[in-house]
């Protein structure tokens, strides 16, 4: 099941070309295709005749409309099949990509179609490889990956695990998101190169015993989606992240795993001087325990109810308001059940935040938990919208568009 926080649908009309090379993992190719038409994407493909030992170009054909070019002289293909891709697609993915194809990529070689059409695409070029990780890690392979990194070539580095033949090591297929959110990437303007941005997300945790706490039901699935948003833009993205072990995030995002309130804010306030925006989206508990059992409270000594006492916790909000740098980008999620706009407007005065984005999370069927969510957005120069009810990811795209115009053009 695909995380709900990358499944952008933004991308009608995109054209990309496919190219399967002859690996075991030939089969993950349909499941590539499949994942990039889901977001709207049209996707050619190009099979090497070694390829075609583990698949069938008919498989493709079935899941398409685009071409599926399978040798350099069929006479079921375009003349010109060998400069289609670079004539129509933005991008040219080749996964799984053999150290054969690498080698040729790397030197200009042209001996069958998916290397020749490799040779005229001008377009940006991403390589998943899959190979015997004593073949990835040979002198010759790793010469020729650093030959086509300095050409611009993208990589999305296989995995540690298990191969076919039973060893193991790297050289296994990367995840199919992983490939997936690198093309979209590949996708979108790259206007935020150099930007630093921070998210927190989820929700925190605050221990009562070592067995009870007290929570809120925020999956981080918002939080992702803008997590995801900048990271397309080529921002370098930093991540808070409360409880959320079932939250997928790719390898090139490494989160910073916190627990509590204190935790969080201790973690935010540490990385916040060094970044142009940051964005807390996390449901943070406002009250924790005074007292914490070092055991578990036993129902026998409680009684049939119990009094806890509650002390406030450090508002992170707030307090980056009050530190943060002229040029500074401070964006707030205030989640209500009732009054969003009123709460929304009131925070980003007395929060001294440049954007709000209010959501309301009494209804089932959007904010915590949904892969929608229904938010009002309101920022410091008086602007203010109400969308609709929409993808969280797709939400998360709006907003730093906003951002980007509103507080980083040029």
Not at 228 to 242: E, F, H, I, K, S
Not at 321 to 348: C, M, N, W
């Amino acid at each position: 099941m695909m995380p709900a926080h990358t499944d952008f649908t933004g991308f009608v009309g995109h054209r990309v070309h496919l190219g399967v090379t002859g690996s075991v993992a030939a089969y993950r190719a349909l499941e590539i295709m499949r994942r990039l038409q889901r977001a709207g994407m049209d996707v050619g493909v190009t099979l090497t005749a070694a390829a075609q030992e583990f698949i069938q170009p008919l498989q493709f054909r079935c899941l398409t409309q685009a071409p599926v070019y399978h040798a350099l002289f069929a006479p079921d293909q375009a003349q010109f099949a060998h400069l289609e891709p670079a004539q129509n697609a933005r991008v040219f993915i080749v996964a799984p990509c053999t150290a054969n194809t690498l080698a040729k990529h790397a030197h200009g070689l042209g001996d069958d179609l998916l290397s020749t059409q490799l040779l005229a695409f001008s377009g940006p070029v991403i390589h998943a490889p899959a190979m015997n990780p004593r073949i990835w890690d040979s002198p010759a392979v790793q010469r020729n990956i650093a030959l086509l990194r300095d050409q611009g070539v993208v990589f999305v580095d296989p995995e540690h695990g298990t191969m076919a033949c039973g060893e193991a090591g790297l050289g296994r297929l990367a995840d199919t998101e992983e490939i997936f959110l690198t093309t979209l990437q590949a996708l979108t303007p790259q206007d935020m190169v150099g930007l630093r941005v921070l998210v927190n997300l989820g929700p925190t945790w605050e221990h009562i015993d070592p067995v009870r706490i007290l929570t809120n039901k925020s999956s981080g699935t918002m939080g992702a989606s803008m997590v995801m948003a900048a990271w397309l833009r080529g921002a370098n993205v930093t991540v808070v992240r409360g409880p959320t072990p079932s939250l997928w995030f790719p390898r090139f995002l490494t989160p910073v795993n916190v627990q509590t309130a204190k935790e969080m804010h201790a973690a935010c306030l540490d990385l916040a001087a060094n970044m142009d925006v940051i964005c807390l989206t996390a449901a943070v508990s406002d009250y924790s325990p005074v007292d914490v059992s070092p055991t578990k409270l036993k129902k026998q000594t409680l009684g049939s109810s119990f009094t806890l006492s509650m002390r406030g916790n450090p508002d992170i909000l707030a307090d980056l308001g009050k530190q943060k740098r002229k040029e500074q980008i401070l964006v707030g999620f205030a989640a209500e059940t009732s009054h969003p706009d009123v709460e929304a407007r009131r925070k980003l005065v007395q929060k001294n935040l440049d954007m709000i984005v209010a959501n309301r999370v009494d209804d089932q069927d959007i904010g915590f938990g949904s892969p929608h969510n229904q938010v009002a957005v309101f920022d410091r120069t008086g602007r203010c919208e109400t969308w609709p009810i929409l993808p969280k990811p797709e939400i998360g795209r709006r907003l730093f568009a906003w951002i980007k115009e509103a507080f980083l053009a040029p």
